[in-house]
């Protein structure tokens, strides 16, 4: 619990710094050139902020080029995750509110057999700023995954999973990129059975996540 109070305050403070930054320089780099006619006076969000698509791309990176590897009598070797991926679409309805869902798919390989895990969630983003692109935010999704095991011996399962984050937005407007943000975010994952599976190992999980390699496109 300590990390995870550590690890907030250091995103807290960054953003905090990063905000300042900005918004000291956007009025002298960017003007009304930008602004959506929204009438915020935030400057704001660059060619609209009303739908947004965000991806974890460590993710797919962890997924693409994993460093572990397993390999099966008369099988060549493979890595053990071969795709990880985690997709949001949100909708701004509110000045600072956006209603969402969440895609979550992977696919994966060890030497004891393979799984694909498909997951669907719902939820929302909090801002703290009227300008999204540039903003911290808490979100909440919550949702079931279908876990399906092949060849393993370990019973299908189903899971309740629920995600908390808290994150900090960073436009690149700045950098003459449009539509395109950096969201890094840290988040608390929960995850519980539903099925009471015989073959099943699993009652509740918790983890948390630390989510570098996070961008979103705002249009």
Avoid: C
């Amino acid at each position: 619990m300590k990390s995870i109070l550590a690890l907030a305050t250091v995103l807290l403070m960054g953003s905090a710094y990063a905000q300042s930054d900005y918004e000291s320089s956007s009025s002298q780099s960017w003007g009304d050139s930008f602004s959506t006619g929204s009438g915020t006076g935030q400057g704001a969000a660059t060619g609209g902020d009303m739908y947004m698509i965000e991806s974890n791309v460590d993710s797919l990176i962890r997924g693409a080029y994993s460093f572990d590897k397993s390999k099966s009598r008369g099988k060549s070797a493979d890595n053990d995750s071969e795709l990880d991926l985690n997709l949001n679409y949100a909708m701004k309805f509110m000045d600072k509110w956006q209603g969402g869902v969440r895609l979550n798919y992977l696919k994966d390989t060890d030497s004891s057999g393979d799984r694909e895990d498909y997951g669907f969630q719902v939820g929302a983003f909090y801002n703290f700023n009227d300008n999204l692109q540039e903003s911290m935010y808490l979100s909440l999704f919550t949702g079931l995954e279908w876990n399906n095991f092949y060849g393993t011996g370990t019973a299908d399962d189903e899971v309740w999973k629920t995600t908390f984050a808290l994150g900090k937005r960073f436009g690149l407007a700045r950098w003459n990129v449009a539509h395109l943000v950096y969201s890094p975010e840290i988040a608390l994952l929960t995850a519980n059975s539903t099925t009471g599976s015989k073959g099943s190992n699993l009652e509740y999980a918790q983890s948390v996540q630390l989510r570098f390699l996070q961008f979103s496109l705002f249009f």
